[in-house]
């Protein structure tokens, strides 16, 4: 059995859409609450407390604050699920040594979601059914298959949508070649496969920027609290959530046709967020002016970078690899790989601009083929010695 998520697009009805936004506030304001009874609890006990505790205190809120009662007992109890989430999060980060993040309280405009953990949802006759809110037009355009577990109605801008978390069960696939191929990712092409082969990166972000700079542009000279603020922050909205959707419609078609193509699908362990960190700054140690350090340039290769995915490309081959069953995603140490020729195995230094590889050995090709070719050799040397060891 696995878990898979639906996402459908709802079109509640005027009243229902202002009944989803007034649970919506309600959540984020007994969310804010939660959090706040924690901070003082440890603040003059010196203890916490936990979910268990702040749940059995819903009863008592619910006779001071009786319009909680127009709210799902789930949905509420959920709310202080995720509060507890956020603490246990905090503590391991802390523990972890990572920079820890304390949780914080959310605004009207953060808090765009909440949940029906275990029941009052159902899909009837083409219409979504919410306890407390009623029986929403809801655009279903896949079957829903396995046991629906978990109903989560999420706001995106003025659009509101419906996650449902199913288990199913899971049919192997088989793919069309039992072959491995390796995968270079890149930011002129989304990734260049051994096979020669080259996925190419469409920009979503970088083809709406001048779009977005004006929309952010209208937005700067609006007075905030006014209602042209308020629809410039709309649209502001609208227009990254098409980049967005772009960018994760193309990714799943790629991932698609590769899990569904390839037995194994090798790629380069990176990190992109050390890969777009800022530009660190060159001081000079006499003066202690500040020097050129290319910021400006790092500053639109991290752009690039972010708006190519690889991530979320790489997630997406991963989950559906696993759903498949057959079909396996791994990750290999990349350093050298742009480096070393993959015919003779020579080391060829080269800069990051140079974008065509060339050895004495007459070996001439594609740079980014190169290190793909290099990245399926490192893994199928590791699953050999591997074999020869067991």
């Not at 159902?122 to 029986?135: A, C, I, P």
């Not at 995106?156 to 072959?179: H, I, K």
Request: proline share 3%.
């Amino acid at each position: 059995m696995a878990l898979k998520t639906y996402k459908f697009r709802l079109y509640p009805t005027r009243k229902q859409a202002e009944k989803l936004q007034w649970t919506l506030a309600r959540c984020c304001e007994l969310y804010n609450a939660a959090l706040q009874e924690r901070r003082e609890m440890y603040t003059y006990t010196g203890k916490g407390t936990t979910y268990n505790q702040q749940a059995m205190q819903l009863p008592e809120i619910k006779g001071i604050r009786e319009e909680y009662k127009d709210i799902h007992s789930q949905v509420l109890q959920d709310v202080l699920r995720k509060v507890e989430n956020a603490f246990k999060g905090f503590f391991k980060r802390v523990k972890a040594g990572k920079k820890p993040g304390y949780p914080r309280f959310q605004g009207c405009n953060r808090y765009d979601s909440f949940c029906y953990p275990q029941a009052g949802f159902s899909l009837e006759n083409g219409l979504l059914v919410l306890s407390k809110v009623g029986h929403v037009k809801i655009k279903q355009h896949r079957k829903v298959l396995g046991n629906m577990k978990t109903c989560t109605l999420k706001r995106e801008g003025n659009c509101w949508y419906v996650c449902l978390v199913c288990e199913v069960q899971s049919v192997p696939r088989t793919p069309y070649t039992d072959e491995c191929v390796g995968i270079d990712l890149g930011v002129s092409k989304l990734a260049t496969l051994s096979t020669g082969d080259v996925i190419e990166n469409p920009q979503h972000y970088r083809r709406a920027e001048k779009q977005l700079a004006k929309a952010g542009q209208a937005l700067s000279r609006k007075k905030r609290g006014s209602k042209r603020r308020k629809k410039a922050v709309e649209r502001m909205a609208r227009l990254h959530r098409k980049v967005r959707n772009q960018r994760n419609d193309y990714l799943h078609q790629w991932s698609r046709r590769l899990v569904n193509t390839y037995e194994t699908i090798v790629f380069e362990e990176i990190a992109p967020a050390n890969l777009s960190k800022r530009a660190k700054p060159k001081q000079d140690e006499e003066t202690g002016h500040y020097l050129p350090n290319g910021a400006s340039a790092k500053s639109g290769l991290n752009k690039s970078i972010l708006d190519t995915g690889w991530s979320t490309f790489i997630a997406r081959c991963e989950y559906k690899a696993e759903n498949a069953g057959t079909v396996q995603v791994v990750k290999v140490d990349p350093r050298m790989t742009s480096q070393v020729c993959s015919g003779c195995g020579t080391v060829v230094k080269k800069d990051l601009s140079e974008r065509w590889h060339s050895c004495a050995c007459g070996y001439e090709l594609d740079r980014d083929h190169n290190a793909a070719i290099n990245i399926k050799a490192l893994w199928l040397g590791q699953s050999h010695q591997e074999a020869q060891a067991s």
